[in-house]
């Protein structure tokens, strides 16, 4: 005998099948919005009246604006239309830390999309990265507009927490392995940063390399920086690349976000004591010390710190290991939502993989889906480890 579970599941599979066949012919509709951002819409023929709406991560401050092609996205998007969902994303008016013009531009697709096709049942937000301090600052600001949210490997912990983490990467790396970064945190010339080894010379190669030294130096001053840092790490390749990695947002955007402070500073360590390195006392004493400003952390918490008051279904969705935006994250934003006794609207699922945003697409897929049959049906997903085999 088939058990009803296993009736359904078949049913569910079939349906969705028969959606997939009738949703393969599509339309696109592309425009740029009044403040310069490009935005696109991808509907299906069979469109099943629900709109997600995706927040794409941070981009290079010196790259033109472009649509998304955060990896992964078009097999995400194409498997959503696939089913019947409208998806619809914007350039944001500015690149770098745009979480401020990427609200505002994902906000106004709904309206936008309502004159082009038509004003959808439920809308879906989706976010990325930088994108989910986005999506959840509408979900939190505008639960009225919106009916679901999932940001994906997140700064949800709050801007602030980024921002000292990527700051103190830079200054402890400067401590461990001086000269090799020209200037320092809040005055580091904008430099070619792409540590490939086929890639023409330059400051990404340089810090790889010094990395990867470090580790047989002696005292090992690459691992006594993962060390002091708590990066997530597993290994001496995961730790060297995690490192380049987290560096690397300093040289290509420091600038960017001093600029948005109006040169007001958003990190400060003064009454910073590190921990983990092999003299705690000398390390304290030698690292450079940075005096924060009240506007620079203003802005901070304005783009954007989460208060936890979550008001419509949340799932989010993190790698264990995620040396850029860490893990972290997720339990702060889990004490937010508990300080407002709103847990119950929130479910967070982890991934365990090195890596930022290193999902597999049936992760992300399965955290969408869970997503979608808490809105539609009040079926409230699973937390914990969705790790794809």
């Given at each position: 005998m088939i058990r009803p579970a296993k009736v359904r599941t078949m049913a569910l599979l079939l349906c969705t099948m028969l959606v997939a066949l009738g949703a393969s012919a599509q339309q696109v509709f592309n425009g740029t919005a009044d403040d310069g951002s490009i935005y696109q819409f991808v509907t299906p023929t069979v469109w099943n009246h629900q709109?997600?709406?995706?927040?794409?991560?941070?981009?290079?401050?010196?790259?033109?604006?472009a649509l998304p092609t955060d990896g992964?996205?078009?097999?995400?998007?194409?498997?959503l239309v696939a089913q019947g969902f409208a998806v619809g994303y914007s350039s944001y008016a500015t690149n770098g830390f745009a979480i401020k013009e990427g609200v505002r531009d994902t906000d106004q697709l709904k309206g936008i999309f309502s004159k082009l096709v038509g004003k959808p049942a439920k809308t879906l937000l989706v976010g990325v990265s930088l994108g989910s301090a986005v999506v959840l600052d509408l979900a939190e600001n505008f639960p009225e507009k919106y009916d679901g949210v999932l940001p994906m490997c997140g700064l949800i912990?709050?801007?602030?927490?980024?921002?000292?983490?990527?700051?103190n990467s830079r200054v402890l790396f400067d401590y461990f392995f001086p000269g090799v970064i020209p200037g320092s945190l809040l005055?580091?010339?904008?430099?070619?940063?792409?540590?490939?080894?086929s890639a023409t010379p330059n400051i990404g190669q340089l810090v790889a390399l010094k990395l990867i030294e470090g580790l047989s130096a002696p005292g090992s001053p690459t691992l006594q920086l993962a060390n002091t840092l708590g990066l997530e790490?597993?290994?001496?390749v995961e730790i060297v690349t995690g490192l380049v990695e987290v560096l690397g947002f300093d040289v290509r955007f420091v600038n960017d976000v001093l600029v948005r402070t109006?040169?007001?500073?958003?990190?400060?360590?003064?009454?910073?004591?590190?921990?983990?390195?092999?003299?705690?006392?000398?390390?304290?004493?030698?690292?450079?010390r940075v005096a924060g400003t009240e506007h620079g952390f203003?802005?901070?918490?304005?783009?954007?710190?989460?208060?936890?008051?979550?008001?419509?279904?949340?799932?989010t969705l993190h790698t264990t290991r995620d040396?850029?935006?860490?893990?972290?994250?997720?339990?702060?934003?889990?004490?937010?939502?508990?300080?407002?006794?709103?847990?119950?609207?929130?479910?967070?699922q982890s991934v365990t993989r090195f890596g930022h945003c290193e999902f597999q697409p049936a992760e992300v897929m399965g955290a969408f889906s869970g997503l979608v049959g808490w809105v539609d049906f009040g079926v409230k997903p699973k937390g914990g480890d969705v790790t794809a085999p």
């Open positions: 709109l997600v709406l995706y927040a794409h991560g941070i981009v290079d401050p010196q790259e033109p604006l992964g996205f078009s097999e995400f998007r194409d498997g912990g709050g801007s602030p927490l980024e921002v000292e983490y990527v700051g005055h580091t010339p904008l430099l070619a940063y792409d540590p490939s080894p790490a597993d290994g001496a109006d040169l007001a500073s958003p990190y400060g360590n003064r009454y910073t004591w590190y921990r983990g390195s092999l003299n705690d006392l000398a390390l304290n004493k030698g690292v450079e203003e802005y901070l918490f304005r783009y954007y710190q989460p208060t936890g008051k979550v008001k419509i279904p949340t799932v040396p850029l935006v860490p893990f972290w994250h997720e339990a702060v934003y889990h004490l937010l939502a508990t300080e407002h006794h709103r847990e119950r609207l929130l479910v967070q």
